[in-house]
């Protein structure tokens, strides 16, 4: 300490005190740099290549169940010969949610609540299938109890199964968030880090001019020209990754998760809809001082919740706010359309019900006859929200590809900058060193 001391008491000694901390310094801001910003890139490219890809296949897993509970209840209403179409959907909507629960089950935490619910779909999954394959069964032979079967299997997937799939999809959404979270924030130790080594690299320039007399030190200056472009482009690049970023989950994952709500929304619908039909008044809840038939209900439920009421907007509402552009806006038009349309005849054909005309009301449900049928809005709504779908999915990775490209060579670049800038603080400390030997 004592050979420390009176080596700071001469000019050469503080030189090599001030190399040695400039050097410190810049050597800190670039590995800071670099730590901070892989970590961003990481979870930047998690954003694109994994959570946001899990939770479009947890989404799937959720509509594909609720598509086959719709399919399955469209088939009962035929009759005994099913229509070969509406049984190939049920057997490719259950074959897409078994694929997508592989796939999530490959990537969740061991322990976590998305494995838990990726254990419960696996365990329910087969007895669904069988209650809707003896459903079809007793169908065929004419036998009542089919009914009763496919009122089993719809009750097992919306109080056990869907859930269950929602606590999926939620559990990736928040694994998403996340993601943003943590490649988002500005780095603000490294851009501390950054100012405090050009304020140091500053203040060693002037004091050798002072000093000296000289204007320039080209090894500082080099130093402090390599700390500058680091910094500048820590602060650009991160901005633009940023705003790209956001952007991907204003205009793509908000939109996403909206238009998902509003298909999966449909879906219920449709099967409550068709159960209306199959239960024939077998199950009824109380409302006020009515009893009135549970699906009918649960039908109306979903169907507010995608045009909404006085003062609350609907699904369909919030997907037509959220999208930005005429490819966006223009589905979602077309699918409040065809379910203000899906209103109008479903309202029909519970008239023609509630008048005992059942095959009236089967024609306007199902489409056998000549009445246009609430089938055909259906598909209209579920064809315009799954075009919406895939477009914002094109926004979204259009942007989060923009904001991960702008991380790109940052977190090297900057650890390559600041290996250059200590070199040159060093050298330049050097040159003045060299004049006193």
Not at 160 to 174: C, F, I, Q, V
Not at 244 to 256: A, P
Not at 297 to 309: K, N, P, R
């Amino acid at each position: 300490m004592d050979r420390l001391r009176a080596a700071a008491t001469t000019e050469p000694g503080r030189l090599r005190i001030i190399g040695a901390v400039l050097a410190a310094l810049v050597l800190a801001f670039g590995g800071v740099t670099a730590w901070q910003m892989t970590d961003r890139a990481t979870a930047a490219d998690h954003v694109l290549k994994r959570s946001q890809p899990l939770t479009r296949d947890a989404a799937a897993v959720y509509r594909s169940l609720a598509d086959a509970n719709t399919a399955a209840s469209s088939g009962f209403l035929a009759g005994g010969q099913e229509p070969q179409e509406v049984t190939r959907r049920y057997r490719q909507d259950i074959e897409t949610a078994s694929e997508k629960l592989a796939t999530a089950a490959t990537s969740a935490e061991p322990g976590s609540a998305s494995a838990a619910a990726i254990a419960e779909l696996n365990r329910l999954l087969p007895q669904y299938t069988g209650l809707v394959e003896r459903a079809r069964a007793s169908n065929r032979q004419g036998l009542p109890l089919g009914g009763a079967y496919l009122r089993y299997a719809n009750e097992k997937m919306q109080t056990e199964m869907l859930p269950a799939a929602e606590k999926l999809y939620k559990g990736e959404n928040t694994r998403l968030r996340t993601d943003y979270d943590s490649a988002t924030p500005y780095p603000w130790v490294a851009l501390a880090l950054g100012v405090v080594a050009l304020g140091a690299l500053g203040w060693a320039q002037r004091r050798n001019y002072r000093r000296t007399n000289r204007v320039f030190n080209h090894g500082l200056l080099g130093a402090t020209a390599a700390s500058t472009v680091v910094v500048l482009w820590l602060a650009v690049g991160h901005t633009v990754a940023r705003s790209g970023l956001n952007d991907s989950y204003e205009h793509g994952v908000r939109s996403l998760n909206v238009l998902n709500d509003a298909r999966i929304a449909s879906l219920k619908a449709r099967g409550n809809e068709n159960l209306t039909l199959v239960s024939r008044g077998a199950e009824t809840v109380k409302v006020g001082d009515d009893q009135v038939d549970k699906f009918d209900v649960a039908f109306d439920e979903q169907m507010g919740l995608l045009a909404g009421s006085a003062g609350t907007p609907g699904l369909l509402a919030q997907a037509s706010e959220l999208a930005d552009d005429t490819d966006g806006s223009t589905p979602v038009s077309d699918a409040t359309d065809a379910m203000k349309e899906w209103q109008k005849r479903h309202d029909v054909a519970r008239e023609r019900d509630d008048a005992g005309d059942y095959q009236g009301a089967l024609n306007k449900i199902i489409g056998t006859g000549d009445d246009k049928s609430t089938g055909e809005c259906f598909d209209a709504v579920d064809a315009a929200l799954d075009k919406a779908l895939t477009h914002e999915r094109g926004e979204f990775e259009k942007a989060a590809e923009s904001g991960r490209g702008a991380m790109t060579g940052l977190a090297p670049g900057s650890a390559a900058g600041a290996v250059l800038a200590a070199a040159g603080a060093l050298l330049g400390i050097g040159r003045r060193l060299s004049e006193y030997r």
